[in-house]
């Protein structure tokens, strides 16, 4: 039989993966604790924020378990929420012992993202789909694919590995529109309008205010409403970045119709 | 409206925001077809109403399959619900705004701001009511292949 504090670290590291790619509060507690309690662990306690883990377990007869983890959260990566959630539907089925559901863990934390090359493809896609739909025509919508994809190299190597969330979100919508222009300027597309709005759209928070929402739904108020302030200020900052920008062309005036 | 042409481009949309957030790529098919309803229901209600409530229509419809994919799929919702919502974020409202604002249109900044508003309200409605239907609602036709004992949550998939 595994000990108490094998048992809750596996639980917690579910929990943390979980939290960390983008899942939202409710899934992240009832793994903990369906985790914990297959495992013979009636008496565990899991709170959780929109950047941290709060658990113990307190068994009659057995030392009592704390831990607080501290879990920064990164970009969304849906396929490890998935794994992780398949690992615990086939935990409670039985199928795993706590030290074959760590090394499953393990590897799920390891699961290969996606490589930058699709990831831009993707961002191009997404970005000359979304120029279209919201009004552009079919020049735009590529137009807006370049962009998107220039956009979304500056993300991958600038802005996520050394900029804060705001600075990024800022100085990424000022790339978008900087790169929108230069190729409207260049002759490609009609209405400078949809290829920004394209070009942006990658920078979007549809995980956090998505998961804000779902979690102010489920009466986890702390963690929406801080998911929801991150949403609302992202967005704030990607209007920031493109109206600097527009800004500064009007006053340079003449170059770019505005 | 070229209709077929804005589904392709919301299906082509959430496709593409399924591989950024690393969906597994065997579920790219059902985002995009969450992605593609909402967005068709979203043009279909929008001559009628307001673009708020074309919005909430589409919501429910996004919200709706994504819940019945993760029932019979046996996934989180999130899965689904993320990338599919995002052709109805007011993301193109934000953009107006910001625009109007440096422009110095305060006018209509204003007014495509308070209607970028109204468009989240109507997407925290869509989700907060669809997510009150029953779990078992979506499990009709499933017959037995599931028992609440097995279940990953009890409230929500």
């Keep these: ?258 | 409206m070229n209709l077929a042409g804005q589904i392709l481009a919301a299906v082509m949309g959430t496709v593409g925001f399924s591989v950024m957030f690393s969906v597994p790529r065997e579920y790219y098919p059902l985002c995009g077809f969450v992605g593609g309803a909402g967005w068709l229901v979203y043009c279909l209600v929008l001559p009628y109403t307001s673009t708020a409530e074309a919005t909430l229509a589409g919501t429910v419809l996004v919200v709706f399959f994504s819940r019945l994919f993760a029932v019979r799929r046996k996934c989180p919702v999130t899965l689904f619900l993320i990338p599919g919502i995002i052709p109805l974020v007011p993301g193109g409202g934000v953009y107006w705004t910001a625009y109007y604002i440096v422009t110095e249109q305060m006018d209509l900044a204003s007014q495509k701001g308070f209607e970028a508003v109204k468009i989240a309200v109507a997407i925290v409605l869509g989700i907060v009511f669809v997510f009150q239907v029953p779990q078992r609602v979506f499990r009709i036709g499933t017959k037995g292949r599931e028992t609440g004992k097995t279940r990953q949550e009890p409230k929500q998939p």
């Design chain 1, 1 to 258: 039989m595994e000990g108490e504090r094998e048992v809750m670290d596996v639980a917690i590291e579910a929990g943390h993966i979980l939290l960390e790619n983008g899942a939202e509060i409710f899934r992240v507690e009832e793994t903990i604790y369906r985790i914990s309690r297959h495992y013979g662990i009636e008496s565990s306690n899991a709170f959780t924020l929109s950047n941290g883990i709060f658990v113990t377990a307190d068994s009659v007869g057995k030392e009592p378990f704390a831990k607080i983890l501290h879990v920064p959260v990164g970009s969304a990566h849906l396929d490890r929420v998935a794994a992780v959630n398949q690992l615990s539907r086939e935990i409670e089925e039985g199928k795993f012992t706590v030290s074959q559901a760590r090394e499953e863990l393990e590897r799920i934390r390891k699961m290969p993202g996606k490589t930058y090359r699709v990831q831009v493809l993707a961002a191009a896609l997404g970005s000359a789909g979304f120029a279209y739909i919201y009004g552009g025509g079919v020049t735009d919508a590529l137009a807006a694919s370049i962009a998107g994809a220039i956009l979304y190299i500056y993300i991958l190597y600038v802005s996520r590995p050394h900029l804060s969330k705001m600075v990024g979100s800022i100085t990424g919508g000022m790339v978008a529109t900087l790169a929108s222009m230069l190729i409207y300027t260049l002759g490609l597309g009609e209405q400078l309008d949809y290829i920004v709005i394209g070009a942006v759209v990658s920078l979007i928070p549809g995980v956090a205010f998505t998961n804000a929402i779902r979690d102010i739904t489920d009466e986890n108020y702390l963690a929406g409403v801080v998911r929801m302030l991150d949403a609302l200020l992202v967005f704030f900052c990607i209007a920031i970045g493109v109206g600097v920008v527009y800004a500064v062309a009007r006053q340079l005036a003449g170059g770019v119709r505005l």
